[in-house]
């Protein structure tokens, strides 16, 4: 344990243990003789009921104003001045003298009203020690943390000795905690906000601190002599309302100056004491200092300062920054909300419900339900976002499913040429719209060059039948390979496969006339795919934000916290001084791979091959596959498409080391006349690509959203084939033109941004 812990642990719980007795005896005299409620004057040798509280024991005695008090237990009444009015320092048997009604005693014995009260009273003030003394054990030779827990038991004392009737000890207790708690109050945000403290700021607190101990000496004096000045409540409200004044001015004029650390500390304090103090702002000082009466008793009111070292405890509990920013709004709207509607209440009970009073509720209900309406109306926003969110991936489901059963549609042909016939192998080549689908079997299984469509390059096959339309129109074809015994096709054979072809083309153009279909329903208005991109983008925004929020920011929050404590204590040891060295690597590494992820460099300095290398070596050291790479794309080929291709054979490979548990993963890279191709293929566990709508627990789903984001962009198209342990095939295709062009555009708008 540091020397400096144990300096003052001996002061910190004798100190704890010391309230806690004191505690016990006081409410233990209070429950046995409550508040009475009664303020007196003095009238000719005997003291007058001058007011009533009903908030105290009065309220269940008849006592009417000008009800004169002769004994207390038989004795004369001993009183303590408070201006021109007194209140009993000890209670008991009451004996009063009424005009036309003679003398009538009362008791006062505690009643459940009383009991309930002590009660609430007790375990506000042990919140209040066991949040000081809880962070005290955690961080005990910290300077700002033994602040807290000191300020923590002067709230405890001033709700403990508010309304205590045992007037010796509270006597004692009361001029001192009143005196010193808005100067620990600043103390402890000076402490919490600033690293460094301003110059004139400390000269402030000295002289705070010279001008708070005469206080709290005149204020024992008048005590001990039995006759307080009637000022002195006011006067207290007023030092702690212009303490509370000071804060806000200090926060406003300092703000630019802060970090973003000191800021958010700065906006926890202020919210938390704010909403602290708004019941004894409202509630009893301001109406005490402008009425001379108060709406509830002070110790109700001050039990919200509850809030205050709660909502610092669970900031440090938690070990990290909550950012308030993000809570702030609905804490200022409901904060003025409870405000508002508390100085209503108070202004209609006192004008007895005026015109005035009730039309300023009247508008303050309709300025609710619009409120009310407001929200409804972001949170019909926010789902109908989400919902545009789900029509995407479902609209890119659909799209996976039409390239699945494009393929079964020329699978099921091929499989009955293979039944009738000893073929080693075919391909089926089908031009569908823009896209070119293929499905080969045998050695034609792999045959990506005949994506090119071009009828020259069919050499390979042993026979080529043409899928033509009843108009002429040829929309593929059907390249045969030899047969296995190395024989020609016997005319019964070749009639076979002519009817297979025939079906094969009526299947086709069904197929091609829902695309029609489809284009021309696409053709009506809809929600333009701008908002899609703007979309993709925002969760692009969102998981970078998450991504330094959750890595970057806390290590730095780390560091922050234990040089602040170094700079508290002036100790520190090779262990800590290891730990933060490690905490700043993982954050220059965080830092590299961010930028990586944001733009790789190494693209535009070694190429895309390096950059696939690197990729490729990077995979198999944090545990991924083995991966076989084959780039035939050329060297000259323009940036834009080596960095939108980089980024989608990353995200391809990020998602089988997360999701395949694949052995092998092959990037294959090619171009063609028009355009650019790739193929990643996993021999993993595959995954149903019609469902990627369903895909909401993880980041695949989302990262094949925006891998289709980027290749709709291009005006390309991506085809997923996978299946439950099957593996999975991904293939892409980006033209040479228009896309280009499209995204060329919308980088350099980027750029000027």
């Known amino acids: 344990m540091p020397e400096i812990a144990r300096k003052y642990n001996l002061v910190v719980y004798c100190s704890a243990l010391l309230f806690l007795i004191v505690a016990i005896y006081i ?105 000081g003394l809880v962070a005290y054990r955690n961080k005990p030779e910290s300077y700002m943390v033994r602040r807290f827990y000191a300020l923590n038991v002067f709230l405890a004392a001033t709700l403990l000795s508010v309304y205590s009737t045992e007037t010796v000890l509270t006597g004692l207790m009361l001029p001192v905690v009143a005196s010193w708690l808005p100067y620990l109050l600043f103390a402890f945000f000076v402490a919490f906000v600033f690293r460094t403290v301003p110059g004139w700021i400390a000269f402030a607190m000295a002289t705070y601190r010279g001008l708070a101990a005469l206080f709290a000496v005149y ?124 100085i209503l209440i108070a202004a209609l009970i006192r004008s007895n419900a005026s015109i005035v009073t009730l039309s300023l509720c009247g508008a303050f209900i309709v300025l609710t339900l619009l409120h009310r309406l407001g929200l409804d109306n972001f949170k019909r926003q926010r789902e109908k976002r989400e ?52 499905y080969g079997t045998g050695p034609f299984i792999e045959m990506r060059e005949l994506n090119q469509f071009q009828q020259p390059e069919l050499s390979v096959f042993a026979q080529v039948m043409d899928l033509v339309q009843p108009n002429g129109m040829v929309i593929g074809y059907l390249g045969l390979g030899s047969k296995k015994n190395n024989t020609s096709f016997t005319s019964e054979e070749l009639g076979l496969i002519d009817k297979v072809r025939m079906e094969t083309v009526r299947l086709l153009m069904g197929a091609a006339l829902l695309d029609e279909l489809r284009e021309a329903k696409s053709g009506l208005p809809k929600e333009t795919t701008e908002y899609k991109l703007l979309e993709a983008q925002q969760a692009e925004r969102v998981r970078m934000s998450y991504y330094l929020h959750d890595h970057v920011l806390q290590n730095l929050i780390f560091l922050a916290r234990d040089l602040e404590e170094l700079h508290d204590t002036e100790q520190s040891d090779k262990q800590l001084t290891a730990i933060w060295l490690k905490c700043l690597y993982d954050t220059q590494r965080d830092i590299r791979m961010l930028c990586d992820d944001l733009y790789p460099h190494i693209i535009d300095q070694a190429g895309l091959d390096a950059a696939l290398l690197w990729l490729a070596r990077t995979v198999k050291e944090n545990g991924g596959p083995t991966i076989k790479l084959e780039n035939k794309l050329p060297v000259t080929l323009p940036s834009l498409y080596k960095m939108t291709l980089f980024r989608i054979v990353r995200e391809l490979a990020n998602n089988t080391v997360k999701h395949a548990r694949a052995q092998k993963l092959e990037i294959q890279l090619w171009e063609m006349d028009d355009a650019f191709y790739g193929q990643i293929s996993d021999d993993g566990i595959g995954f149903d690509p019609t469902n990627v709508s369903g895909i909401q627990s993880d980041s695949q789903g989302f990262g094949l959203v925006t891998i289709n984001s980027q290749i709709v962009q291009f005006g390309g198209d991506i085809e997923i084939d996978s299946g439950a342990e099957r593996g999975t095939i991904v293939r892409i295709r980006l033209p040479k033109q228009g896309g280009e062009v499209n995204y060329e555009t919308a980088n350099q708008g980027a750029a000027t941004r």
């Open 219 to 342: 204020a024992l004096l008048v005590f001990s002599l039995g006759a307080i000045p009637g000022w002195t409540r006011s006067a207290l409200h007023t030092i702690l309302i212009g303490t509370l004044l000071a804060i806000f001015v200090i926060a406003i004029v300092y703000w630019r100056g802060m970090d973003r650390a000191e800021k958010n500390r700065l906006l926890t304090f202020v919210t938390a004491l704010t909403f602290g103090l708004m019941p004894y702002l409202f509630l009893y000082a301001l109406p005490d200092l402008l009425w001379g009466e108060y709406i509830a008793l002070p110790d109700m009111t001050l039990a919200g300062l509850i809030i205050l070292p709660a909502s610092i405890l669970w900031l440090w509990a938690r070990q990290r920054l909550l950012d308030i920013r993000f809570y702030l709004p609905s804490l200022v709207i409901h904060g003025l909300y409870v405000g508002l509607a508390t």
């Open 387 to 438: 919902n545009r969110l789900d029509r995407l991936r479902l609209e890119m489901s659909i799209r996976f499913a039409e390239h699945r059963n494009s393929r079964d549609l020329l699978r099921m042909p091929a499989e009955l040429i293979h039944s009738v016939t000893e073929i080693e192998g075919l391909c089926f080549v089908w031009k569908r719209g823009s896209e070119t689908i293929m």
């Open 27 to 131: 409410h233990a005299i209070t429950l046995k003789n409550p508040y009475t409620g009664l303020m007196f004057r003095e009238d000719e040798g005997t003291w007058v009921v001058a007011s009533v509280d009903p908030a105290g024991k009065v309220s269940e005695w008849d006592v009417h104003l000008g009800d004169r008090l002769l004994t207390v237990d038989g004795k004369k009444p001993e009183v303590m001045k408070l201006g021109d009015r007194a209140y009993l320092k000890r209670l008991g048997a009451l004996q009063f003298e009424r005009e036309g009604l003679g003398r009538f005693e009362l008791s006062s014995n505690p009643g459940k009203h009383e009991m309930y009260k002590t009660l609430f009273a007790a375990c506000a003030e042990l919140a209040l020690l066991v949040i």
